[in-house]
Nanobody
Framework: QVQLVESGGGSVQAGGSLRLSCAAA?????????MAWFRQAPGKEREAVAI????????FYTDAVKGRFTISQDNAKNAVNLQMNNLEPEDTAVYYC???????????????????WGQGTQVTVSS
């Protein structure tokens, strides 16, 4: 079992910023894995927010966060980060880090494709 440890959630006002971090154990180098951030708001399905794979050469975002969120990897810390700017109340959710060694084509945004998950961190954006 691979442990993913998230940090950085909190409460901000609309327009503010937060940075989430997800650290993986050293025996699980993230640079050659599929890394993703998902979120789940109350009463809603878990949705993919940002995906990174192929040693960071492929990055995708859901339309709702394009231009506001940035996923990046810190190889020295074996961690993946999610910088969230210009936050909106609609971004309020529990955010989860997820990873898997590989994903079939077309399934990167499907949470069922991911083998390992973090514990989740709450992000609350007030208007």
């Amino acid at each position: 079992q691979v442990q993913l440890v998230e940090s950085g959630g909190g409460s901000v006002q609309a327009g503010g910023s937060l940075r989430l971090s997800c650290a993986a154990a050293r025996y699980y180098p993230i640079s050659n894995k599929v890394m993703a951030w998902f979120r789940q708001a109350p009463g809603k399905e878990r949705e993919a927010v940002a995906i990174m794979y192929d040693v960071g050469n492929n990055i995708f975002y859901t339309d709702a966060v394009k231009g506001r969120f940035t996923i990046s990897q810190d190889n020295a810390k074996n961690a993946v980060n999610l910088q969230m700017n210009n936050l909106e109340p609609e971004d309020t959710a529990v955010y989860y880090c997820a990873s898997t060694p590989d994903v079939n084509f077309g399934q990167h945004f499907d949470p069922r494709a991911y083998k390992y998950w973090g514990q989740g961190t709450q992000v609350t954006v007030s208007s």
